[in-house]
């Protein structure tokens, strides 16, 4: 069993940036497909960034697309997203989440095992 646990969110102005943080126990997750998604209130939740067991490649959504950056560091057993130039609409609980199938996925029927989220919010 995978746990995962996000932090690094919180109040940040327009144009600031964040360093979002997941940290997996459990059993290690440096062979599993990573991912990030979010979750605004009222709406779906929707893909942010994917990226495959290496790091060598990642996947982003057209929303954050040159703002966000996944990256991961298999010995420490943690995915970051680092966010930059945020927008209010960027505002929403993040999550991150693993998947036990080889590859690289936006969508979250991909994903196995889930995070409890860390809330993001940018003021305009």
């Known amino acids: 069993q995978v746990q995962l646990v996000e932090s690094g969110g919180g109040l940040v102005q327009a144009g600031g940036s964040l360093r979002l943080s997941c940290a997996a126990s459990g059993r290690t997750v440096s062979g599993y497909p990573m991912g990030w998604f979010r979750q605004a209130p009222g709406k779906e939740r929707d893909f942010v960034a994917a990226?495959?067991?290496?790091?060598?490649?990642?996947k982003y959504a057209d929303s954050v697309k040159g703002r966000g950056i996944i990256s991961r560091d298999n010995a420490k057993n943690t995915v970051t997203l680092q966010m930059n130039n945020l927008k209010p609409e960027d505002t929403a609980v993040y999550y991150c989440?693993?998947?036990?199938?080889?590859?690289?996925?936006?969508?979250?029927?991909?994903?196995?095992?889930w995070g409890q989220g860390t809330q993001v919010t940018v003021s305009s």
């Open positions: 989440a693993a998947s036990r199938t080889f590859g690289v996925y936006s969508s979250s029927r991909n994903y196995d095992y």
């Open positions: 990226i495959d067991w290496s790091g060598g490649v990642t």
